[in-house]
């Protein structure tokens, strides 16, 4: 059974960098699939930040992708991301998401979510 | 502005039927597939639709999903109340190599 569990604080004061990490059980993140991060406002739809294959291959929102670093430890099996000069507007639930994605089968899908984490940005 | 479109809202009797559609372009839902999630209250979101029309294991056959061109639809048969949620539609968009949701549809069983 695949888990994934979000942490980190939940309080950052403005311009600081979010850092948040995954903990994946019942799967190893190295035997395939991209690891992702999404978030939701409060009261808004979903926002995906980006994605990574545990090779190295990455794929981020454009919007985010200047402030975003994400990465995955095989060791540990788990995700990161760091969001940088964060501001109001990054408050939000941020989700970690198993990926199935397929450029060539043109598929895309998340199967299995962390329960999501509350970071507010607020000094 | 979310690149897919979605009816902020729909609303039905319990026991009836529902769709929800979701409009894109030919870089996303025109060419590739879509999947969709339920998100209930509270909780994160749940994949009940991948590859257009496909249910992952656990999916009542109640949720069904299609696509034709560039929009795609949601169906929901034998409403329950368990049933009102947010749900969003996602694809892969090739032209700008992101993924995109849909702004969600939020579902009152009535």
């Known amino acids: 059974q695949v888990q994934l569990q979000e942490s980190g604080p939940g309080l950052v004061k403005p311009s600081e960098t979010l850092s948040l990490t995954c903990a994946v059980s019942g799967y190893s993140i190295s035997s395939g699939y991209y690891w992702d991060w999404v978030r939701q406002p409060p009261g808004k739809g979903l926002e995906w930040i980006a994605s990574m294959f545990h090779s190295g291959s990455t794929y981020y929102n454009p919007a985010l992708k200047s402030r975003v670093t994400i990465s995955v430890d095989t060791s540990k099996n788990q995700l990161s991301l760091k969001l940088s000069s964060v501001t109001a507007a990054d408050t939000a639930v941020y989700y970690c998401?198993?990926?199935?994605?397929?450029?060539?089968?043109?598929?895309?899908?998340?199967?299995?979510w962390g329960q999501g984490t509350l970071v507010t940005v607020s000094s | 502005q979310s690149v897919l479109t979605q009816p902020p809202s729909v609303s039905a009797a319990p026991g009836q039927k529902v769709t929800i559609s979701c409009s894109g372009s030919?870089?996303?839902?025109?060419?590739?597939?879509v999947s969709w999630y339920q998100q209930l209250p509270g909780t994160a979101p749940k994949l009940v639709i991948y590859d257009n029309n496909k249910r992952p294991s656990g999916i009542p056959d109640r949720f069904s999903g299609s696509k034709s061109g560039t929009s795609a639809t949601l169906g929901i048969t034998g409403l329950q109340t368990g049933d009102e949620a947010d749900y969003y539609c996602?694809?892969?968009?090739?032209?700008?190599?992101?993924?995109?949701f849909g702004g969600g549809t939020k579902l009152t069983v009535l």
């Open positions: 030919s870089s996303n839902i025109g060419n590739n597939y």
């Open positions: 996602g694809a892969w968009d090739g032209g700008l190599s992101v993924v995109v």
């Open positions: 998401a198993r990926h199935a994605l397929s450029i060539v089968g043109n598929t895309t899908c998340f199967d299995h």
